[in-house]
């Protein structure tokens, strides 16, 4: 009898154990992330685009370029120069070093676009979201868009330059007065269409705060949308800042700018294209690798794709 208990257990009989679910753990970013690093080709141009603005960032602080000086204006045969060993991307037409020029016009570029895109997010998502979700709200911020978006966004930030002058303040806030109230719109849409869903309905008859089911019911299931949003907004803002910068209602003089650079440059394309085209290439490539970047955050955030 002994053998036998040593052979067998008896098993124990646990009523809760029918009601468990056996099913993986699942992770919301860990899953981002893991759809993000399938696609082998957009990890590349991430990794790219990390390196580009990396050095877009830290290459100014050791070549402390000064738009404003020229070393060698006395000089002509510094002028114009090609591509060489010395001199990576060649000099102007003041002698200056154009790898450092470029870089540095970069950099500002980019801390443009990035800066409003924050900007124009936080403002945007925030008072959108209250936008969609109140009704009282939408009856008089419909008329505010209204008024908003029927002034050319051209005259208005000519006019500002005017006023304000150039520079970085100035500049971040031409391209953000008004451009927040597109991605308030475009929230507050994608808003209404989800919250009279049931779930929404039942949290408010509960007396759930607005605020409350605003950034737990709704929020959370736009956040493919919004990425979606921002892989077009910092490239749209870059490209802002170089059309203001190519009219000369950029930055001005003594800031350096891919803009500013393109619009100096255009009329040596023919006889020096090195000039024109290297910073138009470097816009591009900045511009391209954000944008592929972006969508693939926005697919990759979207539930749907996760396996």
Same mark, same amino acid.
């Given at each position: 009898m002994s053998e036998k208990n040593d052979l067998f257990t008896f098993a124990e009989f646990d009523e809760t154990k029918s009601e468990h679910i056996a099913a993986p753990r699942y992770s919301y970013w860990k899953s981002v992330w893991r759809t993000f690093v399938s696609n082998k080709f957009i990890v590349a141009v991430c990794i790219m685009m990390l390196i580009v603005v990396a050095f877009a960032m830290i290459q100014p602080l050791f070549s402390h370029y000064d738009p404003l000086f020229a070393p060698n204006i006395n000089d002509p045969t510094s002028k114009f120069q090609s591509p060489s060993a010395e001199h990576i991307f060649g000099t102007d037409n003041i002698g200056r070093d154009l790898f450092d020029a470029v870089w540095a016009g970069a950099k500002n570029s980019l801390i443009i676009g990035f800066g409003c895109t924050i900007i124009n997010m936080i403002l945007g998502v925030v008072i959108g979201a209250i936008w969609g979700f109140s009704k009282k709200m939408d009856v008089w911020m419909i008329e505010v868009? &209204?008024?908003? @978006?029927?002034?050319?966004?051209? =005259?208005?930030?000519?006019? #500002?330059?005017?006023? #304000?002058? @150039?520079?970085?303040? @100035?500049?971040?806030?031409?391209?953000?007065?008004? &451009?927040?109230?597109?991605?308030?719109?475009?929230?507050? $849409?994608?808003?209404?269409?989800?919250?009279?869903? *049931?779930? &929404? #309905?039942?949290?408010?008859?509960?007396?759930?705060? $607005?605020?409350?089911?605003? $950034?737990? &019911?709704?929020?959370?299931?736009?956040?493919?949308?919004?990425?979606?949003?921002?892989?077009? *907004?910092?490239?749209?803002?870059? @490209?802002? *800042?170089?059309? =203001?910068?190519? =009219?000369?209602?950029?930055l001005g003089q003594q800031n350096a700018s891919l803009g500013r650079m393109i619009s100096s440059y255009t009329s040596y394309m023919n006889a020096y294209p090195h000039l024109f085209w290297i910073p138009v290439s470097l816009l591009a490539i900045i511009s391209i690798s954000l944008y592929l970047v972006g969508q693939a955050l926005a697919d990759a955030s979207d539930p749907r794709t996760h396996r």
């Open positions: 868009y &209204n008024v908003i @978006s029927n002034v050319p966004f051209l =005259l208005l930030a000519m006019i #500002l330059s005017y006023v #304000l002058g @150039s520079g970085f303040k @100035s500049l971040i806030f031409i391209m953000c007065v008004t &451009n927040w109230i597109y991605v308030a719109y475009f929230i507050r $849409t994608q808003v209404m269409i989800i919250r009279d869903r *049931e779930y &929404n #309905l039942a949290s408010k008859c509960l007396g759930t705060p $607005t605020w409350t089911i605003i $950034t737990k &019911n709704i929020l959370p299931y736009l956040i493919s949308v919004i990425m979606t949003y921002v892989s077009r *907004e910092i490239p749209t803002n870059i @490209s802002y *800042e170089v059309f =203001l910068s190519y =009219l000369g209602l950029g």
